[in-house]
């Protein structure tokens, strides 16, 4: 695009509802934060599910880590990183069930990396329709041929599997958790497809890992299906509360993206900092994953039944995502505008990030909200909803 187009492409992304800002916001835990004027807010757009973010053991871990610097000073092939980086790792593929795990900077540079270190032109990548991003953009850097199937639709990835010629690698990619409608990847019968036609599964348990699963270890456990899955990725910035992303697989792999992964070799390391607190994270799940997902459970319950008793059209599922597609983007941006106005801070999901026609508020809830925050969001979301309707 040429850049004296910009301003008019401005115009045409606003007149469509579309236009995003930024708005500052100060977290004083997942369930709330303090805007720059000093205003109270009601957060239900956060995706630290466990409220893992202000555990006080996991801000110790950060602070004490501190001492080791407040960057890694490089990347990790010519600088090294922190213990507390490899620590992460070894923790990660116990948690996980696998030989060994390597983190990125961040959970979309997972996907770019691993896609991009794994994947050639020989190969073919069959990719759910509703992917996330970063997996989109990983099967776009990756060269390989990519074959889209309608979301979840395991008969046409069936007919796509056996139809399609591929010299290579078959990869099936998908998300455990759907991002913006909150539903579980059907892993049973991807497992199947993948055995039947000798494919590689990868699964982006971005929002599983913490989330589902009994003791929160993501769409594996949650099916019980442990190692099925090839390749597991993963995020830091969700349930772990910290940053970053990670890649689960066998010790070959993890090896081979470590010497060949573009996206990892350039990249200066995460910090200590941010290692410990994810560390911390994860092992406070583990060592009480009934606290932590209890919590999670009740309280996305909690909403769910309300709203949906209300009669707000919900999409259905159990996961802590809460979509209410509106369909028409001004709309959904006037619904969101209507609750940050009552104090309630939700996500105003829109194209790009979803099909056209299918704008929606997305609500996410945590661990960390009370009884009385989910009764004060369901009354401002069934008070607004009534208005606009």
């Given at each position: 695009?040429?850049?004296?187009?910009?301003?008019?492409?401005?115009?045409?992304?606003?007149?469509?509802g579309e236009y995003r800002t930024i708005s500052d916001?100060?977290?004083?835990?997942?369930?709330?934060?303090?805007?720059?004027?000093?205003?109270?807010?009601?957060?239900?757009?956060?995706?630290?599910?466990?409220?893992?973010?202000?555990?006080?053991?996991?801000?110790?871990?950060?602070?004490?880590?501190?001492?080791?610097?407040?960057?890694?000073?490089?990347?990790?092939?010519?600088?090294?990183?922190?213990?507390?980086?490899?620590?992460?790792?070894?923790?990660?593929?116990?948690?996980?069930?696998?030989?060994?795990?390597?983190?990125?900077?961040?959970?979309?540079?997972?996907?770019?990396?691993?896609?991009?270190?794994?994947?050639?032109?020989?190969?073919?990548?069959?990719?759910?329709?509703?992917?996330?991003?970063?997996?989109?953009?990983?099967?776009?850097?990756?060269?390989?041929?990519?074959?889209?199937?309608?979301?979840?639709?395991?008969?046409?990835?069936?007919?796509l599997l056996r139809d399609t010629p591929c010299e290579?690698?078959?990869?099936?990619?998908?998300?455990?958790?759907?991002?913006?409608?909150?539903?579980?990847?059907?892993?049973?019968?991807?497992?199947e497809l993948a055995h039947t036609y000798h494919a590689?599964?990868?699964?982006?348990?971005?929002?599983?890992?913490?989330?589902?699963?009994?003791?929160?270890?993501?769409?594996?456990?949650?099916?019980?299906?442990?190692?099925?899955?090839?390749?597991?990725?993963?995020?830091?910035?969700?349930?772990?509360?910290?940053?970053?992303?990670?890649?689960?697989?066998?010790?070959?792999?993890?090896?081979?993206?470590?010497?060949?992964?573009?996206?990892?070799?350039?990249?200066?390391?995460?910090?200590?900092?941010?290692?410990?607190?994810?560390?911390?994270?994860?092992?406070?799940?583990?060592?009480?994953?009934?606290?932590?997902?209890?919590?999670?459970?009740?309280?996305?319950?909690?909403?769910?039944?309300?709203?949906?008793?209300?009669?707000?059209?919900?999409?259905?599922?159990?996961?802590?995502?809460?979509?209410?597609?509106?369909?028409?983007?001004?709309?959904?941006?006037?619904?969101?505008?209507?609750?940050?106005?009552?104090?309630?801070?939700?996500?105003?999901?829109?194209?790009?990030?979803?099909?056209?026609?299918?704008?929606?508020?997305?609500?996410?809830?945590?661990?960390?909200?009370?009884?009385?925050?989910?009764?004060?969001?369901?009354?401002?979301?069934?008070?607004?909803?009534?208005?606009?309707?």
């Amino acid at each position: 695009m040429k850049l004296s187009h910009i301003p008019a492409a401005l115009d045409a992304v606003r007149a469509r509802g579309e236009y995003r800002t930024i708005s500052d916001l100060r977290m004083e835990s997942a369930a709330r934060g303090t805007g720059r004027d000093g205003t109270a807010r009601l957060v239900f757009h956060s995706n630290d599910y466990l409220g893992m973010t202000h555990e006080p053991a996991v801000i110790a871990a950060a602070r004490d880590a501190l001492r080791w610097g407040t960057g890694s000073g490089g990347a990790r092939l010519t600088s090294g990183a922190s213990f507390e980086l490899s620590d992460l790792e070894a923790e990660l593929a116990r948690f996980k069930g696998y030989e060994a795990a390597l983190v990125f900077n961040t959970g979309y540079m997972t996907n770019l990396g691993v896609l991009y270190g794994l994947a050639d032109k020989r190969d073919v990548i069959f990719s759910d329709s509703l992917n996330h991003a970063s997996l989109i953009d990983g099967c776009r850097i990756s060269r390989a041929s990519v074959a889209v199937y309608p979301h979840s639709d395991m008969d046409a990835l069936r007919r796509l599997l056996r139809d399609t010629p591929c010299e290579g690698e078959r990869f099936i990619i998908t998300d455990g958790v759907f991002s913006m409608d909150g539903d579980v990847a059907d892993l049973p019968a991807l497992a199947e497809l993948a055995h039947t036609y000798h494919a590689r599964l990868l699964v982006d348990d971005a929002h599983a890992t913490g989330v589902i699963g009994e003791t929160g270890r993501g769409t594996a456990e949650y099916w019980h299906l442990p190692g099925v899955i090839d390749l597991q990725v993963g995020t830091l910035s969700k349930a772990l509360g910290s940053e970053g992303g990670f890649l689960c697989a066998s010790r070959p792999v993890v090896e081979w993206l470590r010497n060949r992964s573009r996206p990892f070799i350039f990249s200066t390391a995460i910090g200590p900092a941010t290692a410990a607190a994810a560390l911390a994270a994860l092992r406070l799940l583990e060592a009480d994953p009934a606290h932590y997902l209890g919590r999670l459970r009740r309280n996305t319950a909690l909403l769910r039944d309300a709203l949906t008793e209300a009669g707000l059209p919900l999409l259905a599922g159990h996961t802590p995502i809460l979509p209410l597609v509106m369909g028409d983007p001004g709309k959904t941006a006037a619904f969101a505008d209507r609750c940050r106005a009552e104090g309630l801070l939700l996500s105003a999901i829109r194209p790009p990030s979803v099909p056209e026609g299918t704008s929606r508020i997305r609500l996410t809830v945590t661990a960390a909200h009370s009884t009385d925050d989910i009764d004060r969001a369901a009354s401002i979301l069934i008070r607004t909803w009534r208005a606009l309707s």
